[in-house]
């Protein structure tokens, strides 16, 4: 059984607070994910990302993003769909692999693994 749900619980408490101030905001705030579930991101990443980038955000790689720590993250939810769906260095190209909906889940997920 994924570990998921016991990560996303404790996540979710320190994340949901600011997630919600954002949607209150008119436009949201700047790179906050909105209106993405989360929890569909979490199977996404499972499936997808967690082999390279670690099922917590901890890099199994070497040059790989350590999203426990935020980093890349700053960027806009646009500009994260962009770089997954081009992909990078070591990472593979998700362009017609993944919707840019279930990337924006993905998003959302990856920033409750910050510590």
């Given amino acids: 059984m994924p570990r998921f749900p ?25 790179g906050a994910a909105r209106a993405a579930d989360v929890f569909a991101g979490a199977k996404i990443y499972e499936e997808h990302c ?33 770089r997954t769906r081009a992909g990078g260095r070591l990472m593979p190209s998700f362009d017609r692999i993944i919707s840019d909906r279930d990337i924006l889940d993905v998003v959302a997920f990856i920033r409750t693994l910050q510590r």
């Fill in 6 to 30: 016991l990560i996303l619980g404790a996540a979710l408490r320190r994340t949901f607070p600011a997630l919600a101030l954002a949607a209150l905001l008119p436009g949201g705030a700047p």
């Fill in 50 to 82: 967690a082999r390279c980038h670690g099922p917590r955000g901890v890099p199994v790689l070497p040059n790989v993003p350590d999203f426990s720590r935020g980093e890349r993250l700053d960027a806009p939810d646009q500009v994260l769909i962009e």
